[in-house]
Nanobody
């Protein structure tokens, strides 16, 4: 089972990026998926999650109105559209799947992370 995150990069304040996470090894179309991030020198933090149908989504307060999570169950993938990026969004972003409990808590499967750097 593997989650492969991609789409990170170096951008300027106000720019946009779209992160992708492709899953392989099993289907994740029937479980929640999420994005977390680890800013430099800080703990990993919840960013956004989506129920398996995508009908309910959750966002950290710091990204509400700027980030949008979506998923394509046919492709076994989840995405994070990030707009109006700020320097404080700089972090390694991780995708995750199948939470045993809270959407903002632990997950059974994790991707390897993709670096997002926002310059001021």
């Amino acid at each position: 089972v593997q989650l492969q995150a991609s789409g990170g990069g170096l951008v300027q304040t106000g720019d946009s990026l779209r992160l992708s996470c492709a899953a392989s090894g099993r289907t994740f179309s029937n479980v929640a998926m999420a994005w977390f991030r680890r800013p430099p020198g800080k703990e990993r933090e919840f960013v956004s999650a989506s129920t398996w149908r995508g009908e309910v989504t959750y966002y950290a307060e710091s990204v509400k109105g700027r980030f949008t999570i979506s998923r394509d169950n046919a492709k076994n993938a989840v995405y994070l559209q990030m707009n109006s990026l700020k320097p404080e969004d700089t972090a390694v972003y991780y995708c995750a799947a199948d939470p045993p409990g809270s959407y903002s808590g632990s997950y059974r499967y994790w991707g390897q992370g993709t670096q997002v750097t926002v310059s001021s």
